[in-house]
């Protein structure tokens, strides 16, 4: 069926940088996206979501980039800290139905 | 953001007992309510949708009747794990969303069968 992937489990940043997390989706009707973020025996945690008529949104430090032509999002946070260490997914929707989530990606920030 | 509380935390309990879990948006009205389970290092995995007042559906190769969902009024959402068994064992979390609107999470319910 339609799955949502992503390229890298693991990214490791400084303290400081900028991170990119990638997200590859195959559902080309899919009209909504958002990325969560899951810290260790937590629920997740709803950070920033684009629809599809958009390919850029930004909040605070953070950037939702949407590329339709090629299936891809990723999430960009500005001058990462070790708060964002944390397990980040990507979740795509069709029309109101149930989120697809992605297999997550793991943000380690070493100080 | 709303808030989505679910109750409990954490729960041990021994086999073959049942375990009721419960999820409650606080400041929103939940049209729809998703239970996921997580294993350790995993994705979440749907396993069920239910709408406020109607029977819920089941992903495939989920047991419904070993997974009692009810969503009986627009706060609140059970799920039930009966006769639970070690295997049974993982973090439950559940989500909810008023309309199309985006879903936001409970905080997540680990459950150890012992």
């Known amino acids: 069926g339609e799955s949502v992937g992503l390229h890298l489990p693991t990214l490791s940043v400084q303290e400081g940088d900028n991170s990119i997390i990638n997200c590859a989706y195959s559902?080309?009707?899919?009209?909504?996206f958002i990325w969560y973020k899951q810290e260790s025996g937590k629920g997740p945690q709803f950070i920033i979501d684009?629809?599809?008529?958009?390919d850029k949104r930004q909040g605070q430090r953070v950037t939702v980039l949407l590329n339709k032509t090629v299936k891809h999002l990723s999430l960009q946070i500005a001058a990462t800290q070790p708060g964002d260490s944390a397990v980040y997914f990507c979740?795509?929707?069709?029309?109101?139905?149930?989120?697809?989530f992605g297999g997550g990606t793991r943000l380690m920030v070493k100080p | 953001g709303a808030v989505v509380s679910q109750h409990p935390s954490w729960v041990i309990c021994k086999s073959g007992t049942s375990v009721k879990i419960e999820c409650r948006s606080l400041?929103?009205?939940?049209?729809?309510m998703f239970w996921y389970r997580q294993f350790p290092k995993q994705s979440l995995m749907l396993m069920a949708t239910?709408?406020?007042?109607?029977?819920?559906?089941?992903e495939q190769g989920v047991e419904k009747d070993k997974f009692l969902i009810n969503h009986a009024s627009l706060t609140l959402s059970t799920l039930t794990v009966t006769s639970a068994h070690p295997e049974d064992s993982s973090f439950y979390i559940c989500?909810?969303?008023?309309?199309?609107?985006?879903?936001?999470f409970g905080q997540g319910t680990r459950l150890t069968v012992v």
């Open positions: 989500s909810a969303r008023e309309g199309a609107r985006e879903a936001f």
């Open positions: 559902n080309s009707a899919s009209d909504y």
């Open positions: 684009i629809r599809s008529n958009m």
């Open positions: 979740a795509e929707g069709e029309a109101g139905n149930m989120l697809t």
């Open positions: 400041d929103f009205q939940a049209t729809t």
């Open positions: 239910s709408n406020e007042g109607s029977k819920a559906t089941y």
